[in-house]
């Protein structure tokens, strides 16, 4: 919706240049990453998973990579488009799926 | 196709009215239900889930209430609506790893 992310951190970047989004997660015991693209006034939608036995996904565009030694989770996105504009929030699952967590988010400004 | 329904889009409601949202789920049965709340600048909340028809799990003790009443389809309730429900409320199902949300529904009690 238009007022969710309102206090977000804002990552602002050039049409064409990558992206990076980072995401700091809790649980050591995590065993599932998931990427959401949310747009104004919908729902989140996935965009790419990992699992905590690997430490690179890549997908149409993005890759995510994960960190386990610092629980650190990032979103690269190549060649940004207007269209990636978006608030992206990570979510860590554990306990055989039944226990999401979701970050707060990142809003990305894709600029002309 | 698995789809999922959720409505309305947008709804202003004056403090101390009920509320009601919806949410029906398409092409799956039996899945897990999930409502969640979105308030400005933070991330998501989880109110409720469902694992089966008549089994509601509440996460957060609050205003709100969820049902159940058929197996692709969760409900939203409150008796009296205060300020503090504002926000953006998400319908979400899963039959395994990750989600797949609804469209939300953008919640103003004044």
């Known amino acids: 919706g238009e007022s969710v992310g309102l206090h977000l951190p804002t990552l602002s970047v050039q049409e064409g240049d990558n992206s990076i989004i980072n995401c700091a997660y809790s649980n050591s015991a995590s065993d599932y990453f998931i990427w959401y693209k949310q747009e104004s006034g919908k729902g989140p939608q996935f965009i790419i998973d990992?699992?905590?036995?690997?430490d690179k996904r890549q997908g149409q565009r993005v890759t995510v990579l994960l960190n386990k030694t610092v629980k650190h989770l990032s979103l690269q996105i190549a060649a940004t488009q207007p269209g990636d504009s978006a608030v992206y929030f990570c979510?860590?699952?554990?306990?055989?799926?039944?226990?999401?967590?979701f970050g707060p988010g990142t809003r990305l400004s894709v600029l002309p | 196709s698995q789809t999922i329904h959720q409505w309305p889009a947008t709804l202003v409601q004056p403090v101390g009215s009920p509320l009601s949202l919806e949410c029906t789920v398409e092409g799956t049965s039996n899945p897990n239900l999930y409502w969640y709340r979105q308030a400005a600048g933070r991330g998501l909340q989880l109110l409720f889930y469902s694992v089966g028809i008549g089994q509601i799990s509440s996460e957060v003790p609050q205003n709100l209430s969820a049902s159940r009443p058929q197996d692709r389809q969760f409900i939203l309730s409150s008796k009296k609506l205060l300020l503090s429900d504002s926000g953006f409320y998400l319908c979400?199902?899963?039959?395994?790893?990750?989600?797949?949300f609804g469209s939300g529904t953008r919640l103003t009690v004044v």
């Open positions: 979510a860590e699952i554990f306990f055989y799926g039944q226990n999401f967590v």
């Open positions: 979400a199902w899963t039959e395994g790893d990750g989600y797949t």
């Open positions: 990992i699992r905590s036995n690997m």
